[in-house]
C-alpha cells in the first residue's frame, strides 16, 4: 500500500525567510508526486508535481520541489516566504503502475509570520 | 475553460437523511474522484469513476455511493446520514484513469449534519 508522510503539522516561517514542507513517501515502483495547498473554505490547488526527469521541480507561486529517490523524500521549498503563503498544505503520491488512487498525507499548517 | 464544480458549496441535513453531492468535472476530463476531508482524518479517498465505472474505492461503509454519467459528470450520495459524516467533500478530475495527469479539484461541498 501507498501512503505518505507529512512529520510537522505546523511550520512557522518569518517572511522573507526560506522555507521547506517536508513530505516522504512509501510506493510500489515509480512515484507520481504531487503538492496541493488550501485556503480557508477552499477546495486544493495544485502547486506542481513529479513525474520523471530534472529532481527538481518547479511549480505556482515560486515553489519548488526537490525529489530525492534514496530519501524517498518529496519536500517543497521557497526561497523567499511571503504572508500569503499562509495556508494548508499537502503532499500526495500515486504509483507509476497500476490504477492506485492518489494519496495524502495529513497537510502541514504553514503560518508565514510577518 | 472552467474548472470543477461542485454543488452545492453547503448543505445542512438531519441525521437519518441523505444527501446527493454534484460534480462537474473540466471539459475532456473522464475520470472523477471523490474525497472526504475532515480535521481529524485529513483527506480520505471515497471512490474513483472512470467512463461511468467505480475503478476504485476507499474504506467507507456502504451508505457512501456514488455513479459517473455518459457526460463525465458525477454523483454521490449518503444515505442514513451521521453526525460524523459532516465534512468537506472533494471532487476531483483528470484527463485519465492511468498516467501522469494532475488532478483538479473543485471547491467542495459543505456537509453539516445536525
Known amino acids: 500500500a501507498q501512503s505518505v508522510a507529512q512529520p510537522e503539522d505546523q511550520v512557522n516561517v518569518a517572511e522573507g525567510n526560506p522555507l521547506t514542507v517536508k513530505c516522504t513517501y512509501s510506493v510500489s515502483g515509480n512515484p507520481y508526486l504531487f503538492w496541493y495547498v488550501q485556503y480557508p473554505n477552499r477546495g486544493l490547488q495544485f502547486l506542481l508535481k513529479y513525474i520523471t526527469g530534472d529532481n527538481l521541480v518547479k511549480g505556482s507561486y515560486g515553489f519548488e520541489a526537490e525529489f530525492n529517490k534514496s530519501q524517498t523524500s518529496f519536500h517543497l521549498k521557497k526561497p523567499s516566504a511571503l504572508v500569503s503563503d499562509s495556508a494548508l498544505y499537502f503532499c500526495a503520491v500515486r504509483s507509476y503502475f497500476g490504477n492506485e488512487k492518489l494519496t495524502f498525507g495529513t497537510g502541514t499548517r504553514l503560518t508565514i509570520i510577518p | 475553460k472552467a474548472g470543477v464544480t461542485q454543488t452545492p458549496r453547503y448543505l445542512i441535513k438531519t441525521r437519518g437523511q441523505q444527501v446527493t453531492l454534484s460534480c462537474s468535472p473540466i471539459?475532456?476530463?473522464?475520470?472523477v474522484s471523490w474525497y472526504q476531508q475532515t480535521p481529524g482524518q485529513g483527506l480520505q479517498f471515497l471512490f474513483e469513476y472512470f467512463s461511468e465505472t467505480q475503478r476504485n474505492k476507499g474504506n467507507f461503509p456502504g451508505r457512501f455511493s456514488g455513479r459517473q454519467f455518459s457526460n463525465s459528470r458525477s454523483e454521490m450520495n449518503v444515505s442514513t446520514l451521521e453526525l460524523g459524516d459532516s465534512a468537506l467533500y472533494l471532487c476531483?478530475?483528470?484527463?485519465?484513469?492511468?498516467?501522469?495527469?494532475?488532478?483538479?479539484f473543485g471547491s467542495g461541498t459543505r456537509l453539516t449534519v445536525v
Open positions: 476531483a478530475s483528470r484527463p485519465e484513469f492511468t498516467g501522469p495527469g494532475g488532478y483538479t
Open positions: 471539459s475532456g476530463h473522464r475520470s
